[in-house]
């Protein structure tokens, strides 16, 4: 029998998400009864626009160049089907005799492969549907970890090695505003800049606690006062005890995205907000914030190289699964030991439509920092060459000036 593939990319773009789209392209040629294997162009929606190309055509040479190249290649999209629209990829599956449907992508993507193997259970036609975990959030249920996230934390990591830094050097208030609507492992991933004592930063706000904006600011005002100077790490989805966005209840009006919820990328109002918060309440004159916004996400030169390793794997296993395995299911990242992985096959059901948080024990009681427990999980897929930082260690010089 000769099987024919299709892969697509869905949601934010990652640094290592290419490495799975070339995994299936070249695993898929290990095995002679794969004819072809054809990529949609803007995720879902080019599949059911037919806006296909033939990845059987490309070289080997040009695969791997563009495995090591940050953000989707085939492109991606928003969209979120509902059973209808998968009905539309579905009969493009048909036509075109496809046999297994790939899917990179984040816990929508995986409810995405959900409906469409759904479907063509119902219409009769034999489809492996496999879903390829991709996330910065880190959010997928069933998960030690997903590829994209040791990329951006990494990002993450250095960045905040920087903004201490610079802190250091002048003093004051500095807030970075870091993706994670639900999930904080990215904003947590900051603590790991921390080289030396009192190193910044100093405060770190995840969505899985509770943001009170005068607890916030009794923080601040007595790290000030310890360190003379602050350095905060806060996850743009903070929120107050009712679950609304702190920046809805600091902005007042705000923009939503296609899904009704409330935009808190691509804009730095949250860190300017803050900002504001500690300048007026607190009377601290220099006060600077930024917003990280999309620049994590596809940072070309700060790639983790075990997060490249296991892209690439669960695209290999996903066409090994699709193969040897006939079943449908999402191909997980488990931890093994000090440091391995294994990729077991879990049902699509486990992962769809659902989102992980941070567990508790890696968050520090206070609710404004991580555990050690939370170093020990990160520390291995930050990869090797993280840069280190250096302090002058010469004595000073006695005054003598009378």
Not at 214 to 242: W, Y
Request: net charge neutral; hydrophobic share 40%; with cysteine.
């Amino acid at each position: 029998m000769s099987h024919r593939i299709l892969v697509a990319q869905g949601g934010g773009p990652t640094a290592v998400i290419n490495q799975s789209l070339v995994g299936v392209a070249l695993e898929a040629r290990r095995f002679s009864d794969i004819a072809r294997v054809y990529g949609a162009a803007r995720g879902v929606r080019g599949i059911i626009e037919e806006d296909l190309i033939d990845l059987s055509q490309e070289t080997t040479a040009n695969l791997e160049a563009v495995a090591a190249t940050p953000a989707a290649a085939l492109g991606s999209t928003r969209d979120k089907p509902d059973v209808k629209y998968c009905q539309e990829i579905f009969k493009v599956l048909k036509a075109h005799q496809i046999d297994t449907f790939c899917y990179i992508g984040g816990n929508d993507s995986s409810d995405t492969v959900r409906i469409v193997a759904e479907e063509a259970k119902k219409g009769g036609h034999a489809l492996r549907a496999i879903h390829i975990p991709k996330t910065i959030d880190n959010d997928l249920v069933g998960f030690d970890h997903t590829p994209g996230f040791p990329s951006a934390a990494r990002f993450v990591t250095q960045a905040f090695m920087g903004a201490n830094l610079d802190n250091l050097a002048l003093k004051g208030v500095y807030c970075a505003v870091i993706m994670g609507r639900h999930a904080g492992f990215l904003t947590a991933a900051s603590a790991l800049a921390r080289r030396f004592p009192g190193d910044g930063p100093h405060l770190i706000y995840m969505p899985e606690r509770t943001f009170v904006i005068d607890r916030f600011l009794a923080d601040v005002k007595a790290t000030f006062e310890k360190h003379g100077r602050c350095v905060i790490a806060a996850s743009e989805g903070i929120h107050d005890e009712k679950g609304e966005a702190i920046i809805t209840r600091l902005a007042g009006a705000v923009e939503k995205d296609a899904h009704g919820n409330v935009q808190l990328s691509g804009t730095g109002a949250l860190a300017d907000l803050l900002c504001e918060e500690v300048k007026n309440k607190l009377g601290i004159k220099r006060v600077r914030g930024d917003t990280f916004g999309y620049l994590q996400r596809s940072f070309v030169g700060c790639v983790s190289d075990v997060d490249q390793r296991e892209a690439r794997e669960v695209g290999e296993k996903a066409v090994q699964y699709a193969m040897w395995g006939g079943q449908n299911g999402s191909v997980a990242i488990r931890r093994v030991a000090d440091y391995g992985v294994d990729y077991p096959l879990i049902p699509l059901e486990m992962v769809a439509g659902k989102t992980r948080v941070m567990e508790d024990d890696l968050i520090a009681p206070a609710g404004n920092d991580v555990t050690p427990k939370f170093f020990d999980y990160l520390r291995p897929l930050l990869g090797k060459g993280v840069p280190d930082v250096a302090r002058l260690r010469a004595p000073k010089v006695e005054k003598v000036r009378t």
